[in-house]
């Protein structure tokens, strides 16, 4: 089992920064590939970044790519999302989740563990 809580939420103006944390029980983080998802009110939960294990391999969704990094300290137990720029519509509840697996997926079914969620709203 692995239990994740994400912290760092908040409200923030449009342009503004952000950064989240996700922090996991468990010996074995350094095995599962992470992801952050989001969710907005009436819209499926969808994708925003993946780090491989190693922190080697990253992916982002086309909408964040260049204002969000997403990071990972295995050390810590913990991977990170830097959100810059936040745009209106960034706006959402924003899950970490787990995948015991080396390769980074984009769906949320694929995943086997999740935090409760942070809420992020920006402001215009």
């Known amino acids: 089992q692995v239990q994740l809580v994400e912290s760092g939420g908040g409200l923030v103006q449009a342009g503004g920064s952000l950064s989240l944390s996700c922090t996991a029980s468990?010996?074995?983080?350094?095995?599962?590939?992470m992801g952050w998802f989001r969710q907005a009110p009436g819209k499926e939960r969808e994708f925003v970044a993946g780090i491989s294990w190693s922190g080697g391999n990253r992916y982002y969704r086309d909408s964040v790519k260049g204002r969000f990094t997403i990071s990972r300290d295995n050390a810590k137990t913990t991977v990170y999302l830097q959100m810059n720029s936040l745009k209106p519509e960034d706006t959402a509840v924003y899950y970490c989740?787990?995948?015991?697996?080396?390769?980074?997926?984009?769906?949320?079914?694929?995943?086997?563990?999740w935090g409760q969620g942070t809420q992020v709203t920006v402001s215009s």
């Open positions: 989740a787990a995948r015991a697996g080396v390769v980074v997926t984009t769906t949320p079914v694929s995943f086997d563990y």
């Open positions: 468990g010996r074995t983080f350094s095995s599962y590939t």
